[in-house]
């Protein structure tokens, strides 16, 4: 009762290649990983020692906290651009409602750290909750509506700060943006935490299998009678969560909070995610290719700061290494429909 | 046109559709049909390309732009409900094209059937050994079955959300006569449970033979409706192309 077998298919070594194609997009970014670890092991003696390694592991924490969240998004093929934003008026927002020093000129109104916290994780799961508003009750297009939203976000710090800089943040938000314990950093524990959530999310529950199946093929989820929308609404406002803890712990991180502070970010999450090879078509990838994506992104920032390069260089180098990515990235997605029947 | 008698549906249908327009956009595909299946009874729709279908089956489930007129599910008006309420509520369509998760394996494509509709009696294991290569390939990726399977999986997904109307748009479509046999012989079984079922099928010979009535299709009205048995097939023909 089978049909018969792709011809292309029956010799095991094409078989094999066929394997190799379709594993494209797990394969290149960790040759990427490894020839990017190779050759600043080679060029820079610094680079290759514990305390690097421990560096990177914390340069990467605040993007990655993010990149868990629109890990979800992209999933969904969908995109979020405002989760900086709402990291930044997270951070703002701890920082609002907590004990400035005097000579801090900003009107905030002190509370407890835990409410601070609270309201701070309440106000990104509001802005996620208007991001998830506009895609799926207003139709508009993730790009636009959290286009918009990365300004509203901003336009709320401004307010809140009025160009000044704001230091002080909750205890519990300073020790694990800043503290360590037996020496491994908490920041980079976090990360861990919510890494390890965001994949048992997203490989072992119902929820998880729906990210994929709308972003996978969204018209067959629809059909079949998955509240699709419920499903874009949920991973908006994991996106903007996930990116107002980031924000909180960043600024602790940081030591103080300002406008924009997060804006390098935006760029940093999403090539971490795209260069891991989640398909920005939706459906493929995962929080295992995002901590590939993370650790490329992290030893490429680090690495560049141990080699004698001229630093403006660096940008365009840093620019060119993620179009190479990308291009990976979308030529891994035309490999798989090209080599392999989809049935959709 | 009428031929015989046509009202199988009994007082109660299951699905009543009255006076239903289907537009896309602006378009208007359905131009106001009448339509009823009972419990357990199995209704053909005939029709060439573009006579409006699919139109038809995507607005019962929910999936279209827009509706005027009325589709009443146990009684109940459908209208402006969420498609994943509709399944949820006890209709379940086999779409056009199958469309699976390729990426996913077979069970976790049946699973989502038995998750998102009515709970019910029928389990993974019924489904299995009605189509016993499904068990064995139950790990496999949807992407690695061949054709008549995926349709099985299809099949199997939309039984498992325990529907009391099946809605089967194309089952056959592409598929070699061995697998369409195997797949329509697993129709009537569905019927036993007291289910109804909609086959829209481009294969009409099979198509009819499996129905208790039949309506035929033309550019978005019903142009016949009758039971198989007691309508010529010239008729039929006639009314298809509208000649
Ligand atoms: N999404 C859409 N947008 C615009 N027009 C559409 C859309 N879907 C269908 N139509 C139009 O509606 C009419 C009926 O289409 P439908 O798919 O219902 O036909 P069908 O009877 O299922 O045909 P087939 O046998 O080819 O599947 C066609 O003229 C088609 O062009
Ligand atoms: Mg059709």
Redesign the interface.
């Known amino acids: 009762?089978?049909?018969p077998a792709q011809p292309s298919l029956r010799k095991p070594a094409m078989r094999r290649r066929a394997f190799l194609r379709s594993q494209m997009r797990n394969i290149a970014p960790f040759v990427t990983l490894i020839a990017l670890v190779a050759f600043f092991w080679v060029a820079s003696p610094s680079f290759a020692t514990m305390d690097n390694v421990a560096n990177i592991l914390t340069q990467i924490s605040v993007a990655g906290i993010m990149a868990v969240g629109l890990t979800f998004v992209i999933l969904c093929a969908e995109i979020d651009l405002s989760f900086a934003a709402i990291a930044n008026a997270a951070g703002i927002v701890v920082a609002y409602f907590t004990t400035q020093a005097s000579y801090v000129n900003v009107h905030n109104i002190p509370l407890p750290g835990g409410v601070a916290i609270v309201l701070a994780i309440l106000a990104s799961a509001v802005l996620g909750l208007v991001n998830a508003f506009g895609l799926t009750v207003i139709g508009l297009p993730s790009f636009i509506m959290t286009l918009a939203m990365m300004q509203i976000a901003a336009g709320i710090c401004a307010l809140l700060v009025r160009g000044q800089i704001v230091y002080a943040v909750p205890d519990l938000v300073k020790e694990l943006g800043a503290g360590s314990i037996g020496g491994v950093p908490w920041i980079v524990i976090v990360l861990a935490a919510f890494l390890l959530v965001g994949h048992i999310v997203l490989t072992y529950t119902?929820f998880g299998?729906y990210v994929?199946?709308v972003g996978?093929?969204r018209?067959?989820?629809?059909?079949?009678?998955?509240?699709?929308n419920?499903v874009l609404a949920a991973v908006l406002v994991i996106s903007a969560v996930c990116a107002g803890v980031a924000g909180m712990l960043g600024v602790a991180h940081f030591g103080s909070a300002q406008q924009n502070e997060f804006d390098g970010y935006l760029l940093d999450a999403i090539a971490a995610v795209v260069v891991g090879g989640t398909s920005l078509f939706g459906?493929?990838g995962g929080i295992g290719n995002t901590i590939i994506g993370l650790f490329v992104l992290g030893v490429l920032n680090n690495g560049l700061d141990h080699v004698q390069i001229d630093s403006f260089l660096k940008i365009l180098i840093r620019g060119l290494i993620l179009l190479a990515a990308l291009i990976i990235n979308v030529y891994a997605q035309n490999l798989r429909s090209g080599s392999?029947?989809?049935?959709? | 046109m009428v031929v015989g008698d046509a009202s199988g549906a009994g007082p109660q249908p299951l699905l009543s559709v009255r006076r239903l327009k289907v537009f896309h956009g602006k378009f208007e595909a359905v131009h106001g049909v009448d339509m009823d299946v009972g419990e357990g009874e199995i209704v053909s729709i005939i029709g060439a390309n573009g006579a409006g279908k699919s139109s038809l089956m995507k607005a019962i489930?929910g999936?279209v732009d827009r509706v005027e007129g009325d589709i009443r599910f146990d009684g109940q008006s459908l209208a402006g409900r969420?498609?994943?309420d509709?399944?949820?509520g006890g209709i379940?369509?086999i779409?056009e094209?199958?469309?699976?998760?390729?990426?996913?394996s077979v069970e976790?494509n049946l699973a989502?059937?038995w998750?998102?509709?009515r709970k019910g009696e029928i389990t993974l294991d019924d489904v299995f050994e009605l189509f016993p290569?499904l068990r064995e390939r139950r790990r496999q990726k949807?992407?690695e079955?061949?054709?008549?399977?995926?349709q099985m999986v299809a099949v199997g997904?939309a039984m498992l959300?325990n529907p009391r109307l099946l809605l089967c748009d194309e089952i056959s479509l592409g598929l070699?006569p061995?697998?369409i046999n195997?797949i329509y012989k697993v129709i009537p079984s569905i019927r036993e449970r007291g289910i109804g079922i909609i086959v829209v099928d481009q294969d009409i010979g099979r198509s009819l033979a499996v129905a208790d009535r039949f309506y035929c299709m033309l550019e978005g009205d019903f142009s016949l409706t009758g039971r198989p048995r007691e309508t010529d097939r010239d008729t039929v023909m006639k009314h298809y192309f509208g000649l």
């Open positions: 009762m089978t049909m119902r299998r994929y199946m996978g093929n018209e067959a989820a629809e059909y079949s009678g998955v509240n699709v419920r459906g493929r392999v029947q989809e049935a959709d | 489930i999936q969420a498609t994943a509709i399944v949820a379940a369509l779409p094209g199958r469309r699976l998760f390729p990426s996913l976790e989502l059937g998750e998102v509709g290569i949807a992407r079955l061949s054709g008549g399977q995926q997904r959300s070699a061995t697998i195997d």
